[in-house]
């Protein structure tokens, strides 16, 4: 087992595609829940969940 990086952060997430809007719903059952618009093709609905995430943190790039 690895010891973990102090620097790093890590939030499970679940995302839902197909949602209609870019929205984060909170946190359930120690999950992030966001919902986003695009389509779960070529990675566009990861692409998309990744922006309110980091958002939420205050990280938005």
């Given at each position: 087992?690895?010891?973990?990086?102090?620097?790093?952060?890590?939030?499970p997430?679940?995302?839902?595609?197909?949602?209609?809007?870019?929205?984060?719903?909170?946190v359930?059952?120690?999950?992030?829940?966001?919902r986003?618009?695009?389509?779960?093709?070529?990675?566009?609905?990861?692409?998309?969940?990744?922006?309110?995430?980091?958002?939420?943190?205050?990280?938005?790039?």
């Amino acid at each position: 087992m690895t010891t973990p990086d102090p620097r790093e952060l890590r939030i499970p997430v679940r995302v839902t595609a197909r949602s209609g809007r870019d929205v984060i719903e909170g946190v359930r059952d120690g999950h992030l829940i966001v919902r986003v618009a695009a389509v779960p093709a070529d990675g566009r609905a990861n692409e998309a969940s990744s922006w309110p995430s980091t958002a939420w943190i205050g990280r938005r790039s």
